[in-house]
């Protein structure tokens, strides 16, 4: 099995930073997850990938994010931080980490994340103005 923890997030003012944390777990994991990524939603807006990263490090960003937010990894993709730097009212949401099998580049960023396999079980980002 496969599992995933997430911590961290809050409630920052805009321009303020925050960080989240994916942890994973089980006995299939080295085997079954080669991508982790995440991804956010809103009230009355469907879910949408934000970023993401491969076993070998490379990292994927939505346009709305990029130069703000940094996805990393250690321990080969059990322990995944998406640091979140210049927030912004519009980040506002409910972050959620996933995991899957294939490389992340097969994976287009902003998609509903259909395709991966195990989530973890959400975290609210509140930004205010």
């Known amino acids: 099995s496969v599992q995933l923890m997430q911590s961290g997030g809050g409630s920052v003012e805009a321009g303020g930073t925050l960080r989240l944390t994916c942890r994973g777990s089980g006995d299939s994991f080295d085997f079954s997850v080669d991508c982790v990524a995440w991804f956010r939603q809103s009230p009355g807006k469907k879910r949408e990938g934000v970023a993401g990263?491969?076993?070998?490090?490379?990292?994927y960003y939505a346009d709305s994010v990029k130069g703000r937010f940094t996805v990393s990894q250690d321990s080969d993709l059990q322990n995944v931080i998406l640091e979140m730097r210049d927030l912004k009212p519009e980040d506002t949401g409910i972050y959620t980490c996933?995991?899957?099998?294939?490389?992340?580049?097969?994976?287009?960023?902003?998609?509903?994340?259909?395709?991966?396999?195990?989530w973890g079980q959400g975290t609210q980002v509140t930004v205010s103005s």
């Open positions: 990263i491969d076993q070998s490090g490379q990292t």
């Open positions: 996933a995991a899957k099998m294939y490389s992340c580049r097969l994976w287009v960023v902003g998609e509903d994340g259909s395709g991966f396999q195990t």
